[in-house]
């Protein structure tokens, strides 16, 4: 059957896929497809996907023939057309207006074999400074948990996550690879709106020392217990409370800042310097028009920075599109103190 696949040269095989399975990303479903007609040494393998989007971009996806592993039925088979959905641990996303398509996708989702414990809808757009959305339950299967809630795998890294309180989007999880990649040991890192930790608790693995703040309590409970449950509490010190009250304690102090607030992380960019140590990276995100993506972002730092410290740019990072012409990005910039 004809799937998203990640092209790769045979040498490259074994460690693409662990690389992908690390990110969830392989599709179970289906086996891996080796190139025809070509020599056995030169054939190229096809690593079946479950989210193309979701690939890093330095590997190739294309589409291509893969043996499904057993005679599995997916959610399109039964539905006749390709639904669209995002799977967060063993709950399914999906995001359909139409309340009757709703709720033959979900049943469709349920009869298929993917494993799933719920299907949720969005019913809200991301609301107020939460960035939580409310979420329609169009199947749920039981248990003891709360339809909304799972524990989700991203890049070896578990992450519990009630979806009705707090926010989380798998969708990022390249982006918050990207991030973590540059993580060196022993750094200072600061994640300004934590969430319930993608970025803090890598950071930690990696070897940071690392500090997250957090306005919605629900948040930083699910935190701790994802640093907990990921071997990392000893080198995370969570807040509760707007980002602005750590000023006083960790000014001068960070050697990285993650800013994922997008719309509004721009409005912190005085808080962001107040933590800047002497040499410090900011991951700042935001969502602005196509025609000036990263305007907004770089002109508040400057702005902030004023004759305190040098703003260089260090990458312009198009993450997604957020909507007709409105991009979700990231300014990689890297504050250094004039003396
Ligand atoms: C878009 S979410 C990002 C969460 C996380 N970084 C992630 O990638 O999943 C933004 C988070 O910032 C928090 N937040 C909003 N305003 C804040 C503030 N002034 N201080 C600290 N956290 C804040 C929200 O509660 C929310 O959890």
Known sequence: MERPCVAVAREDGEATRQRLAEADLVDQEYGIAVEDGAADEDAKLFIPVTDPDAVPGDLD???HDVPARTPQRTPADLLGFEPTYERLGDVVLVDEDDPERADEIAEAIVESDIPVRSVLNRDSKVKGETRVRDWAVLADEGEQRPPTETVHREYGHEFAVDVAEVYFSPRLATERHRVVEQVEPGEHALDMFAGVGPYAIPMADAGAEVVAGDLTPDAIRYLEENAERNGVADRITTHVGDVRELTDEYENWADRLVMN???????????????AGDSCVVHLYDIQHEDAPFERARSALEDAAGDQYEVTTLEERVVRSYAPHELNVCLDARLDRID
Do not use: Q, S
Request: charged residues 15%.
């Open 261 to 275: 607030l997008p719309h509004t992380a721009a409005e912190f960019a005085d808080t962001a310097v107040a933590f």
């Open 61 to 63: 996806v294309v589409r």
